[in-house]
């Protein structure tokens, strides 16, 4: 109830420091149509920088967990079942991720897809089944253990490190498979002057690629909205995840935000990693991802390519029964 | 697409601030300055200089007395500053460190107070760390509680115990080792201008019972020790994992960042410094009892590091400074001390909730937030 991963649960404290303010993120950009949805634009021209550079080297680095090869199961979610007393957020839900590709991980509000990323990344033990990863279970390991093993995530609602620059948000992520302590750091010791060295460099390297290196020293909550949500994305991506799990990473952009963010979604994709991307947005997720599986009340009712999807009778009749019950 | 690039130099404020004033200065310079605000330090209870020293009680001792609040400060500061935090029995780990010193020195044994101080700083962290291992995996409020009750438990096993002396506690404990180098001269005043007096002297580093200005230099010289690997340390993975922790502590641990372990280190750390601290009071007090380590002992060194600016280790220096030198500065007004205390606490809750010098990222937000308003205003129309 009042575990503050809770998606639904509106009055998380980072959310509230950010400044939630969609108009201000690349509306700044000339070629994108500003939308008349009345919503003002921020004038000042710092904010500006949208663009991601995508020629920047951002490749996992190797953390030690076997590599799989291109088109292989690299996770596997095993008839998970998860229940909060009566609520069955997740009923015998299966399906897998391959290496190399984007998963879409879709389906009306309330439909289990948070819960499922929960499960995934140690927030929440299933009630029954389990998820495999790399072939072997991820079984009762911690929330850090599990990001070491490679599977990294972004939040629904923004959760940085509100009070700490865009850098030491990056350097966080990086730090995970670094082992600098007190000892190390006191005696300015080759490791930590090494490691330090590395993540400076790494963090500096994603700041880049997504495009906010002129912001690295910025505090988290002082950066327009979109940069938020682009720095979870580069923090994520620091800590070298075998499988990034992006949590409706679009939310409160607008239409050209949204296919710019497709544009980086299958970037990062080219430069070597596994997204599994949840979104709202149906017609979005048509376009990036590889295969699809939809979620309906904790169930999966359907799994396969977006052509075959958007043809099922079942996804189509779920999310129009859905939105009809919203509008109530 | 264009790639534009954000000028970060055009964002800065116009009128820099003290930090960035003391930042640019050149470095010989800003060496130089650390020298002469050493040698300042170093000398201020021999200056005598008006107003400032203490009139009704011996300024060495004064400044003793707020060098502990300070290394105190400092510790506590890792826990509730740096880690978030709330230890409100702070005091168990300074009485722990005390006593280490009471029962190795006089008590029940004679070691060598050399030998002594590093057995108190690891005992006491040693029950930080039993303290903290089972406490640290619950969340918030129950920490604050149970540490509150560690601070009294402390105090009443002192006092129940015959071991460790019971009500009356621990007296003759001995002076630390000295070593007589050099005698530094005192200023005089009282012919209206400093003149200096060879006669009133005190001796580098000799522990007598009459001049505690030697406490004052080796309680001087440990805090530059903390604070050098205050700074290390923060300025490390140890201290972003430190603070990502006390942000936002599940998206830390599904950042990779093992928190447990880290709010650990902080609790050791602190009870070790606390620790020290302890042990440095006992040093030169020569006598402790149960009543030097009251619950309110707790409360203030915590105000020492809110007052300060929790988080900012030069804030909590002010922060116990402020807490510890003017109840003795103005002792006249003793029996109104609680009084102004609590009025002072409520002003400064008023106009400065951060503390009086708040940690760097509260100001630099702060002055970004302001930036936003006059951009909202449109005043940046350009
Ligand atoms: N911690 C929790 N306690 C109780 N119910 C929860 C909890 N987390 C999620 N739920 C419930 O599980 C269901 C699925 O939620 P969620 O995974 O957030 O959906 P989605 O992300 O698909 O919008 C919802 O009915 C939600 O209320
Ligand atoms: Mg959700």
């Known amino acids: 109830m009042s575990d503050p991963t809770q998606p639904t649960s509106g009055d998380d404290p980072t959310a509230a420091a950010a400044t939630p303010d969609p108009a201000g993120t690349s509306a700044g950009t000339s070629s994108v149509p500003v939308e008349p949805t009345g919503e003002r634009a921020l004038a000042d021209p710092a904010d500006e920088v949208t663009d991601i550079n995508p020629e920047v080297d951002i490749a996992p680095e190797d953390i030690g967990v076997p590599v799989v090869s291109e088109g292989e199961r690299l996770l596997e979610v095993d008839e998970v079942t998860l229940r909060f007393g009566g609520v069955v957020a997740l009923n015998e839900v299966s399906f897998h991720i391959n290496k190399g590709e984007i998963l879409g991980l879709i389906g009306p509000n309330g439909a289990g897809k948070t819960t499922c990323f929960n499960v995934m990344t140690g927030v929440y033990q299933p009630t029954s089944g389990g998820v495999r990863y790399l072939g072997k279970p991820l079984g009762k390991r911690k929330k850090f253990q599990i990001t070491k093993l490679g599977i990294a995530r972004t939040f629904q609602n923004i959760r940085l490190f509100a009070n700490m620059t865009a850098l030491e948000n990056v350097l966080v992520g990086v730090d995970a498979h670094h082992s600098t302590g007190v000892v190390s750091a006191m005696f300015r010791l080759p490791k930590h002057r090494r490691e330090e060295a590395q993540g400076y460099a790494r963090a500096l390297e994603l700041l880049t690629f997504m495009g906010l290196d002129g912001k690295a020293d910025e505090l988290a909550r002082n950066l327009p909205y979109g940069d938020q949500r682009r720095l979870e994305i580069a923090r994520a991506l620091a800590t070298s995840p075998q499988l990034l799990c992006l949590d409706e990473p679009a939310a409160g952009f607008n239409p050209a935000e949204k296919a710019k963010l497709m544009e980086l979604i299958r970037t990062i994709r080219d430069q070597g990693y596994t997204v599994l991307l949840i979104e709202h947005d149906m017609k979005l997720v048509m376009g990036v991802t590889d295969r699809i599986v939809v979620l309906e009340f904790g169930r999966k009712i359907a799994e396969g390519s977006p052509a075959e999807i958007r043809d099922n009778p079942a996804v189509i009749a779920a999310y129009l029964g859905v939105d009809e019950e919203d509008a109530s | 697409m264009s790639t534009t690039t954000s000028t970060p130099a055009a964002r800065k404020p116009t009128s820099p601030g003290f930090r960035e004033r003391v930042t640019n200065l050149p470095k010989a310079v800003k060496i130089l300055l650390w020298v002469l605000f050493a040698i300042f330090l170093f000398l201020l209870p021999l200056l005598n200089i008006p107003f400032i020293t203490t009139e009704g009680s011996d300024f060495g001792g004064v400044l003793f007395t707020v060098a502990t609040y300070v290394l105190v400060a400092l510790g506590l500061n890792i826990v509730v500053g740096y880690a978030g935090l709330l230890d409100l029995g702070y005091v168990g780990f300074y009485a ?24 108190a700083i690891v005992i006491a962290m040693i029950s930080g760390i039993i303290l903290g291992a089972p406490t640290l995996r619950v969340r918030g409020d129950y920490l604050a509680i149970v540490t509150l009750g560690f601070g009294e438990i402390v105090r009443l096993t002192l006092v129940n115990s015959e071991w460790l002396g019971g009500a009356q506690g621990i007296s003759d404990i001995p002076k630390p080792p000295g070593f007589e180098l050099f005698e530094v001269p005192s200023i005089d005043w009282s012919s209206g201008a400093p003149v200096v007096d060879l006669d009133t002297t005190s001796t580098f580093l000799k522990f007598g019972i009459n001049d505690f200005v030697p406490y004052y230099w080796l309680a001087l010289g440990i805090i530059s020790l903390v604070l050098l690997f205050d ?106 001390r609680v009084l102004v205390f609590g009025l002072a606490l409520m002003l400064l809750a008023i106009f400065r909730p951060q503390g009086l010098l708040p940690p760097r990222r509260t100001v630099r937000a702060k002055r970004a937030d302001e930036r936003q308003a006059v951009l909202e205003e449109g005043e940046a129309s350009v």
């Open chain 2, 96 to 119: 722990i460190g005390a006593y280490t010193i009471g029962v190795l020195t006089s008590e029940h044994a004679h070691m060598s107070w050399v030998v002594v101080v590093p057995i």
């Open chain 2, 231 to 336: 700074i290390l340390v923060k300025s490390s993975r140890v201290g972003r994992a430190w603070e990502a922790t006390r942000e936002d502590e599940d998206a830390a641990e599904l950042m990779g960042v093992p928190t447990f372990r880290f709010k650990l280190l902080a609790f050791a750390l602190g009870a070790a410094i606390g620790g020290l601290s302890g042990a440095l009071f006992a040093t030169k007090a020569g006598f402790i009892s149960p009543d030097s380590f009251q619950l309110l002992l707790s409360i203030l060194f915590l105000a020492a590091v809110v007052v300060g600016g929790a988080g900012n280790r030069w804030g909590v220096i002010v922060g116990a400074i402020v807490v510890s030198y003017f109840p003795e500065r103005f002792r006249e007004f003793a029996d109104f």
